[in-house]
């Protein structure tokens, strides 16, 4: 495991790349891991941790690395955005290319990180094999208001009955309802930026084989017909059978690790035409 420091321009960031296992044969398959958002990264922290070891162990490079204004890297809450981090990665994978040799690489996002992922490999000058989104933001408006009804709850819960009844509390506290997600900022350009997002983006898909796991299959693929979005054969969905709430300010607390999700990756990457 080696912490690295990526420059993007200006921007600095944190990364850990791992190599393979001495014992493994090499894969000469890169993989990288993209964050979600806020407290989402947070309660993932975990689940990539072990994923990057896990890949590792089974022979692949990867990287895992935190976007500017976020985690360990450089910068402050209110520099995060959406776009940013779309070149923040596109810097990880050069990076990880670069160290790796492989010529073959593969993206993981979990969230708003399936988005981050999708757009770096619709930038790439190589093709990316496996596309991994897990439980993908496919809606920017319905994500935001998602984001907004947590902070709402969370804040109840800390404030009790005064939240409701005190009109000056909710002022000092959350002046401005849409500028923050459970205590991550919001600017308007970065929500501008999310909004955005909608299933339309998946098109055209930018990797050999795009893998989606959603709450339910079914509703996704439903959601995709109506907005006119058909994939294509080298397009899956299917269920990521995991019911969790990574909208929660309670994620430090949390440790989840869907193993197999893990298992699914590993397993898409080992395919004869990915190899």
Known sequence: MTPLRILNGSRELV???????????????????CNPFGQEAIRAHR?????????AAAGYPVLRFDYYGSGDSAGEDEDWDLLGSISDAQAAL??????????????VGLRLGGTIALETARRAAQPAQVL???????????????????????????????????????????????SEALGFVLTPACRAQIEAVTPAGLLPVPAAHLSLLAPSAQTT????AQAGVHLPAHATIADSEAKIDWATDSAAATAIVPMHWIRHLIGALALPEHA
């Open 47 to 55: 689940l990539y941790r072990v994923m990057a070891d896990r890949l």
């Open 132 to 178: 991994l989104l897990i439980e993908p933001v496919l809606d920017g408006r319905s994500y935001l208001d998602s984001l907004a009804a947590s902070n709402l709850v969370a804040l109840n819960r800390g404030y009790g009955v005064r939240w409701p009844l005190s009109a000056r509390l909710r002022h000092t506290m959350l002046p401005a309802p849409q």
């Open 94 to 107: 050069a990076e990880l290319l670069r160290r790796s040799h492989a010529p073959r690489w593969s993206a």
């Open 15 to 33: 990364g850990i790349y791992l190599e393979p296992a001495a014992d493994m044969p090499p894969q000469h398959h890169a993989v990288l891991l």
């Open 221 to 224: 693929m439903q959601t995709l």
